[in-house]
């Protein structure tokens, strides 16, 4: 990525050069977006990646539903998120991050030495709660950082959390190979602390950060032009929550959160469990190759929809994008082409990265910078406490009792509609 995409365009001015350091507060705004991105790798690469890789290897292991694992870790990311925004508000980043890589550390322990079912489903709700202590902080860093590029930065952001499962799928199958399961394990373990402690280093607030007197009259500067521009890239007026919960643009985002969220996820373990079902129908099939391209597609487009969120809006680009999922959705029990497949799943992935992708930005455009964290802990309950059931949980009991992936892949194309509708609602008001 070039730096200068990060360039502030106001960097330039001469007229206050003497007692504004731009370009020393640009570095410092840049080495936060890496390391915001980084802090997302892992909590991205084992909540999308993890468990549809091992899934057959857990099902050969352990008596249970599989189904609750995804479930258990959507439901801890509504829990948290909440909590993680508010505390990142007393804690500042670095220390969130920390907070979350000891977390994820006792989680992978768990599933390292798991002994039964109930070892992995607590793994799962570790996973989720670690998850919402660097990546809520990290969309509320950036945002903070270069608020008039809200969707470039958080699109940076969401491209590593979602791209790091499809980097991840294939490699961790290639650990499980060389080292079996506890080395992998143990690895993965290593290159956590390594990632999160690099991220913690170079990741701050603009307000907790070691600026120079004139970094910070720089920062404050680009705050307040921001602010007066008339280009519409500024953040709304700062909402309390309170008050947020109650606007009907509040809602229809939670819904959109509902529905897509639900279909979304479920593709994580349906990619791998459609591909293995159509390998053993005799038709040439890779299902982790499903996964992959959902999850090329899910990191992808984070960042291509960030970026085009800033030009084109939100809400249109989430719903082209959402009724794309739903014609993959529809269209998957048609077809036994691995490449249309492929292509199918993908559909599904960039869906899904588009809701990642223009959440924090909608989010900000309806409610300001101040209370992000906590209002966008508010939405993630959708995420957790419904999407969760009516996705991963209900698909596969609705699978088991079925035998059927059209039924399946049809309710969750009606979500993928929904929500486009519902994304198209939660628009922001114009500006006088």
């Not at 032009?225 to 700062?238: H, I, K, M």
Request: with cysteine; glycine share 10%.
């Amino acid at each position: 990525m070039s730096t200068s995409t990060l360039q502030d365009p106001i960097s330039s001015d001469s007229s206050s050069a003497a007692s504004v350091d731009m370009a020393g507060r640009d570095r410092h705004a840049r080495l936060a977006v890496i390391g915001a991105a980084l802090s997302t790798f892992w909590s991205g690469a084992l909540i999308f990646g993890f468990p549809g890789v091992m899934k057959s290897i857990w099902a050969a292991k352990f008596e249970g539903e599989l189904g609750w694992i995804m479930t258990l870790v959507i439901f801890s990311l509504g829990i948290f998120t909440f909590f993680a925004g508010k505390w990142h508000m007393k804690l500042g980043t670095r220390r969130s991050y920390l907070v979350g890589t000891a977390i994820l550390l006792v989680c992978m322990l768990l599933v390292a030495y798991a002994q039964n079912i109930w070892m992995l489903y607590l793994f799962a709700f570790l996973n989720g709660t670690a998850s919402c202590f660097v990546y809520s902080p990290s969309l509320a860093t950036v945002q903070n950082w270069y608020p008039h590029r809200r969707g470039l930065v958080t699109g940076i952001v969401n491209l590593v959390f979602g791209l790091s499962a499809a980097v991840m799928s294939p490699l961790f199958k290639v650990m499980y190979d060389a080292w079996g399961y506890a080395g992998m394990c143990w690895v993965t373990i290593a290159l956590i602390v390594v990632t999160n402690l690099i991220a913690a280093a170079i990741t701050e607030m603009p307000e907790r950060s070691n600026l120079t007197p004139e970094q910070r009259r720089a920062h404050e500067e680009l705050l307040e032009r921001v602010a007066t521009s008339d280009s519409g890239a500024a953040p709304a007026a700062d909402v309390e929550p309170k008050v947020a919960v109650r606007t009907r643009s509040f809602w229809f985002i939670w819904l959109a959160w509902c529905f897509m969220g639900a279909a979304g996820i479920s593709m994580v373990t349906l990619s791998t469990g459609y591909g293995e079902f159509l390998s053993d129908a005799g038709y040439a099939v890779a299902a982790v190759g499903l996964l992959t391209a959902f999850n090329l597609t899910n990191g992808f487009s984070r960042i291509v929809a960030g970026a085009l969120s800033d030009v084109m809006g939100r809400n249109l680009l989430g719903a082209i994008s959402f009724i794309l999922a739903a014609l993959g959705y529809f269209l998957l029990p048609f077809t036994h082409n691995f490449v249309v497949l492929c292509i199918l799943c993908a559909l599904v992935g960039f869906a899904f990265g588009t809701l990642f992708a223009i959440t924090a930005p909608l989010g900000t455009d309806l409610f300001g910078l101040k209370y992000f964290g906590l209002i966008f802990g508010y939405i993630f309950t959708a995420y957790g406490f419904v999407g969760g059931l009516v996705g991963p949980l209900l698909s596969s009991y609705v699978l088991n009792a079925t035998q059927s992936y059209t039924v399946v892949f049809t309710y969750l194309g009606v979500f993928c509609v929904l929500a486009a509708i519902f994304i198209m609602l939660a628009k922001p008001k114009k500006r006088s």
